[in-house]
């Protein structure tokens, strides 16, 4: 099927060349948010450069976005400085429970892997198998 | 001869003489909210007397939604996220509203090419919500196949609003200042593709409905109701101009340079269901003129958001290098903007008539009340006048001639 480039699906949230998670924790997106869907918890990670999670010292422990109340409004991606947080296109959501419909952070940044014009890392590709994700059936116009 | 008397036992011929138990009697039916042709959840309370309607109730409040009050806890620019989630058939129109109205509170000029960007997609907004009328009110009367070919047409107008906004429904697209992005460099061309043809579906739907024999007897001289009634109602849109008056907003307080437009405003005089089918159906060639000249417009370029601080987020490669547009980017997506202490009154025309944002500002970053007039509110409080004295088949017919969204109603 056929999704228009700016079509606004689940997020994907990014990470920059050397695989560090492009998210601060800096808590805009969720100032930003109208429907109050995402959920984070800040830390610390004074480690160097190359161990750490995060571009920065700060990372996200916790990044959570309930797509119970998530409208997909983009305000989030709009908002946030880093270009951390990104629609992908992915709308397909069926749940048995209203739990399930919480994503957390892997799932977030192993959906990057699915986009159909992404070259994903390797962690990518690691949290996408484990989280038994497939690539996503669409072309993008 | 004989002749033998026949004789009928004296108590069944007085029972055949008691008056019919169901004559003169009056029966309650409750029509909706989960009928299907009540558009919604509309819940009328139907007072029966064989099949003429003697009295009608509507109960609304089925899907009330709060939305006037979710407006206060929204920031200014948030807000618009949920305006297109009350008529959401036409929401380009709706956040159109709220965001002229704030505008006007805050004084901000909106650039030319945003304001064209504005009019072509509420335009086509029009399109697509008067085709989802065309579909169920002709499926309302029976006729199936039209609703089809409505809704087809109206998938194309929506891919051409998911590739413009992302979203097809809920677009969120407006917002105070403008538009949030530029045009995709592929939209004018599919939209071009679009308009090109338009005309024949137009052409296809008269084919199909205008001149069916059937529909005409079902609507003509249905639901009547009259010029000064509908004043005294306080009706808008087609509605009140399927009734004589030549009353849209578009012309009469001309918003976002309507008045630099080509074109007419179709009115019938007969107040009937069919005065109001010839409206809608004469007003999508109007709506598809403006797309025309709007999109002819847009081939200039030009600044799609006002350069107002408080409105525009700064461009996002300034905002990494420099520290103070960091700040003032932070400021902006956490804490919003402020507006001016006021009040101010907003109205535009949408596809169901005019529908207004009553908003006030205590000068916070939240609004500190927004009322909405809404159209379909308005409209469906006449509904009783028009179809009391009516047979009860008739009832679905004036419903799907005034054209309500129960979102828009109950809000
Ligand atoms: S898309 Fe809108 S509602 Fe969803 S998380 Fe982002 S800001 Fe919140
Ligand atoms: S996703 Fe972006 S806005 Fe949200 S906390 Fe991370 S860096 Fe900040």
Redesign the interface.
Known sequence: MT??????GEHFLDVNEDGKEKCVS???CA??C??DAIYIEGAEDARSYEERHSMDHRYAKIYQIDYGRC?????CV??C?T?AIN?GHNFEWAVYTPGEMVKDKEYLLANKWREPDVTPNENQRHLAAKQKMGKLNIIL? | MQTKEIVVPTSSISMLRKPDPLADTQMTVSMGPQHPSTHGVLRLELVLDGETVIKAVPDIGYLHTGIEKTMEKEKWQQVVTVTCRMDYLNSMGNDLGYCLAVEKLMGVEVPRRAQDIRVLLTELNRLASHQVWFGTHAMDIGGMTAFFYAFTERERLLDLFECVSGARLHQSYFIIGGVRWELPDNFLSLCADFLGTYPKFLDECRRLITGNRIFQRRTKGVGRISREEAINWGLSGPTIRGSGVNWDIRKAEPYSGYDTYDFRVPVYDDGDVWSRYLVRMEEMEESWKICNQALERLKEPGEFMSDHPKLKLPARDLMKEHIDVMIHHFLLASEGFTVPIGEVYQSIESARGEIGFYVVSDGAERPYRVRVRAPSFVNLAALPAMVEGQLLADVVAVIGSIDIVLGDVDR
């Open positions: 999704i228009y480039r700016r079509f606004r800096c808590f805009l100032a930003a109208p429907a409208i997909l409004c983009g305000f709009d908002a400085p270009d629609h116009k």
